[in-house]
């Protein structure tokens, strides 16, 4: 067994081209939550030990920190993710080095906040607790922003546009149906203008890769009782300044809608 002053740590511009990798693997099994985690967690690679096995490898353990209440979310699934991060990451590896391979740890982010204390008697109070009801779904919310959990740098771009104008909103709400067709859905966001509701949903990158047509059925029970839905690609609000230009594109639209009755 080796030691950590035995084996050269991987270049970081590789680790993260085989993570890069290994979360497109994933998208493409459809194991969202898993390239969910590889994308947006902190990662760290420590020295764990060197296998003689099949002509020697230095076996690296992974791991990746997930803020806290997704930890939480997702505790009773850890063991099933690690595995899926683990097959899809030395997956990518074994073809381009046969030296090193990972181990996946999924782990709560440490917390370098100094008023950490106070937050967390707050939240014992129940005070500064986000209302967004993180839907247990594939497709996480892993970034947080404003004391508020989003799924990518699009959806904050759009989050930061809409918090400049004077509109109501709420990114990822949770509605509800009951009675016999139970459903439950988080769209991206939701905007009330003048009466009218409209609900836009972002696509385009990996972390939004529903069809238009099966995003329809899922929003569709809200869409029923008169909500309006847009879509704009991750690409259009992908800046403050592309953000800022799609926000004003969906109020002109709104505005439309609304003189249209």
């Known amino acids: 067994m080796g030691t950590a002053t035995d084996a050269p740590r991987p ?3 590789f680790v993260d081209r085989v993570l890069a990798a290994g979360a ?3 998208v493409g099994r459809t194991q969202v939550t898993a390239a969910s985690i590889v994308a947006n967690a902190t990662n ?3 020295y764990a030990e060197h296998d003689n096995w099949d002509g020697g490898r230095d076996i690296w ?8 209440e997704l930890y939480t979310d997702l505790e009773d699934r850890r063991e099933e993710l690690e595995r899926q991060v683990h097959d899809a990451v030395n997956t990518t590896l074994q073809a381009w080095s046969s030296s090193i391979s990972f181990t996946v740890l999924i782990a709560p ?3 370098d906040d100094p008023d950490w204390r106070t937050k967390v008697n707050q939240a014992l109070a129940g005070e500064g607790i986000t209302n967004q009801g993180r839907v247990r779904s ?3 919310a892993a970034r947080q922003h404003d004391g508020l959990l989003f799924r990518s740098m699009p959806e904050i771009q759009l989050y930061d546009a809409l918090k400049r104008t004077s509109l109501p909103f709420a990114p990822l709400p949770v509605f509800l149906r009951g009675g016999v ?3 439950r859905v988080e769209p991206d966001f939701v905007i009330i203008k003048n009466g009218l509701v409209m609900i836009v949903e972002v696509d385009g990158d990996l972390y939004h890769t529903e069809t238009p047509a099966a995003a329809h059925a899922r929003l569709k029970f809200i869409t029923d009782e008169g909500a309006k839905l847009e879509r704009i690609a991750a690409a259009e609000c992908d800046t403050p300044a592309k953000a800022t230009e799609a926000v004003a594109r969906i109020i002109q639209t709104m505005d439309k809608l609304r003189r249209a009755g």
Do not use: E, M, T
């Open 138 to 140: 594939d497709n996480i």
């Open 61 to 68: 353990r992974l791991s990746l920190g997930i803020p806290v």
């Open 109 to 111: 982010a440490l917390d």
């Open 44 to 46: 760290r690679l420590n």
């Open 24 to 26: 497109r693997v994933l």
């Open 11 to 13: 270049n970081d511009q």
């Open 181 to 183: 067709s139970y459903s």
